[in-house]
Each structure stands twice: as structure tokens, then as C-alpha cells.
């Protein structure tokens, strides 16, 4: 039994194929998945970490490139007054929109959530009142001798399911 599988599997290599084509597929799918999921968490987190490591290599670099010729008189001031309209022109008011759009984002949805919550509720005690009114207005003819009992428990599981 365990035999016939293997045979079938081999006497098709086209199937074969496609078999190990879908599956190389799939684990190329999940990879992407896992790096769109992973860089941008760790990518930041690096970037910080080896800020000063890839600055210094560039430095080397920019020494290299420009046959030692290029010496910075002032200690790196000049690239710090350089940088800083770029950082409070750029990136400060870019993350203040990035955070201000998330912030807008989740009281949306919280605020879409609350009313949501409300509307199924008054919809529940709009039933409710509904169930109560139809108990209460239960005719006696038609009712059990033991009438007054039954509404009475209709009313105590109300009361229960209330409270």
C-alpha cells in the first residue's frame, strides 16, 4: 500500500514537478512574508545601533575617495549646521504627520467601535422592552390555569438576563 504512493509519485514527473514548483512557491511566499514583517521592525532599531560605525566608515571613505584632500577645519560643525534644516525642515513635521495620522487613525476606530457598541445595545434593550411588553400583555384565556406563575418566571428571566 505504503509502495503504490511512492510508484504513482514517480511514474508522473510532470506532477512531480508542479508538486515541488507549488511548494518552492509557497516557501519563497512565506520568506517574503517574514522579511515584510521583520525589517521594518528591525531595521530602525539597526540603523540606530550602527549610526556612529557606518558615519566613521563614511568618513574613511569620503577620505579615500577624495585622495585625503577633504579635511573638515572645524571639527564637524559645519555638517551638524548642514544637517539640522534638514532635520527640523523634514523629519521633525514628517513624524508629526506620521503620528498624527496614527493617533486620528485609532481614535476613529475606537470612537467607530463605541457607537457600534451602543447601537447593538439599544437594539438588545429596544428587544427587551419588546419581550416585556409581549409577557405583559400575554391574554388569560389562552394561558395555563398557572397564568401568574408563568409571566412571573418570563419576568424573573428577564430580570435576569439584565442584571
Not at 507549488?22 to 521592525?41: G, K, N
Request: proline share 5%; with cysteine; charged share 20%.
Amino acid at each position: 500500500a505504503g509502495g503504490g504512493s511512492l510508484g504513482a509519485s514517480s511514474a508522473d514527473p510532470a506532477a512531480d514537478a508542479k508538486r515541488s514548483a507549488r511548494r518552492d512557491a509557497e516557501r519563497m511566499t512565506r520568506a517574503i512574508d517574514d522579511l515584510l514583517r521583520y525589517v521594518p521592525v528591525f531595521s530602525p532599531i539597526l540603523a540606530y545601533m550602527t549610526y556612529e560605525d557606518v558615519a566613521r566608515t563614511f568618513n574613511v571613505l569620503i577620505d579615500l575617495l577624495s585622495s585625503r584632500n577633504w579635511v573638515p577645519v572645524d571639527g564637524g560643525a559645519y555638517a551638524a549646521q548642514i544637517i539640522t534644516p534638514a532635520i527640523n525642515g523634514i523629519v521633525v513635521p514628517s513624524i508629526a504627520i506620521l503620528f498624527a495620522t496614527l493617533i486620528s487613525n485609532t481614535v476613529t476606530t475606537l470612537r467607530q467601535r463605541q457607537i457600534d457598541v451602543r447601537t447593538a445595545l439599544n437594539m438588545e434593550a429596544g428587544e427587551i422592552r419588546v419581550l416585556e411588553s409581549m409577557v405583559d400583555s400575554l391574554p388569560e384565556g389562552l394561558l395555563p390555569s398557572g397564568s401568574n406563575d408563568a409571566q412571573d418566571r418570563c419576568r424573573a428571566y428577564l430580570v435576569q438576563y439584565t442584571t
